[in-house]
C-alpha cells in the first residue's frame, strides 16, 4: 500500500462546540454487491491509509466484522480510539419505547467500541423494509412522518448522549419542513444532517438550512452510487460520473470522474462518505482531498449540473394511500403530521 497520508495535510470540518472531524470519511453500505468480509478489510485499509471517520450503521448488516478489524487496529496500534470518529445509526424497526437503547448496545457490542462518537436516526419513521427487498414491496404496517413519534426517538438518542454511549446525535434522510417541526423540540441539537448529495443532487436548500444551523451536512452517494441496488435505480436516473463538467475537470486534472465528485464535496463543505473496497479507489478518494483542488470555474460549472435527480427515493418505505416516493420528501411542501 501507498504510504499513510500526513493527517495534517488532511482538511477538517468544525462540529458544534468545536471540535474538529476530517472533511470525508468511508461509508461502509455494500449495497447488497459486497458482503462484510471485503467491507470490513477494506475498513482496516483504509484506517491504516489514514481514514478515521467510518460510517457504520446496524441495517449494514457488517458491524460485527468492523468491529474485529477496529479491535486490531487499535490492538496493532495503527490508531487510537480518539483518533476515530465511528457512526452508527439506528434502523427504521427499532424507533419504538426502549428500543433504540438496545439497538445502540447492540452496535457498540458488535462495533466493540464503548461509545459511537455519532449515532444517527436512519430514517424519520418506523417504516420497516427487510434488507435486500425489492423496490416494490410494502410494510403494510408504514405510516407518514409523525412529530411525536420522531420525537420519542429523539428523546431516546439524547439519552444515549447523557448516558456517554453516543458523543455527539444526528439525523438522516430530513427534510426542510421536517427539520423546521423538530429542531425547536430537540434538547440536544443534532451535530450532523446525513443527507443525500452528488452534483446532480445538490439539494441547496437543505443544504444551506442545516449550515445557517450549525448542522454539519455529510453527503451519501457522493459519486453518484454507481453500484446500488436494483430497487434503488430508475430510467430517469443521472449518472454524476458522466456529467459533461465533471467529465471535462476530470481530464483537465487526470483523474477519474469520481475524484472530481469528491473534491467538488469537500470544497463545498459538505463531508461525502464515498463507498469502495478497492484499495486504489479508497486510497484516492482521500488523497484527493490534500491536492490539486478543482478552480472557482470548475465549481461553479459542476454547481450548475444540478439536476435534482434524487437517486435513494425511499419508495419501500411509503404507506398504504400514499401517492409516491415524492410523499417522503415533503415535495409538495406540505408536512404530514
Ligand atoms: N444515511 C443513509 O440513508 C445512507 C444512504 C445511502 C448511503 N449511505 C452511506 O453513504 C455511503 C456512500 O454511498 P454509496 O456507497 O451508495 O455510493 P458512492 O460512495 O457514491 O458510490 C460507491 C461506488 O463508487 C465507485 N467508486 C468509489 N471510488 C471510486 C473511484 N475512486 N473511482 C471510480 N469509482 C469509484 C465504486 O463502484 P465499484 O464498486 O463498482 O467500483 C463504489 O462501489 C454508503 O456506503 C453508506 O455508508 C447512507
Redesign the pocket.
Known sequence: MEDRINQEKIPFRTLYGGEKIPCMGI???G?DKYGAEAVSQAVYGAVKYGYRLI?CASVYQNEKEIGEVLERLLAEKAVERKELFITS?VWNDMHGEGKVLASCKQSLADLKLDYVDLYFV??PFPNYHAPGCDGDSRNPDAKPFSVEEFMATWKQCEELVDQGLARYIGM??MTVPKLKAVLPLCRIKPAAL?MEL?PSFQQPELFDYAVSHNILPIG?????????PERDRTAEDVADIELPAVVAAARAHQV?P??ICLKWAVQRGQVP??????ES?YI??LKCATEDPLTVEEMEAIRLEDKNCRL?KGQVFLWEGASGWEDLWDMEGRLKC
Do not use: L, M
Open positions: 461509508g461502509t453500505f449495497s460510517d445509526k436512519h430514517w438522516s434522510n446525513e452528488h451519501y452517494c457522493p459519486i453518484g452510487s454507481p453500484s446500488r477519474h469520481a475524484v462518505i464515498p463507498f469502495s473496497v478497492k479507489q484516492s478518494n435513494i
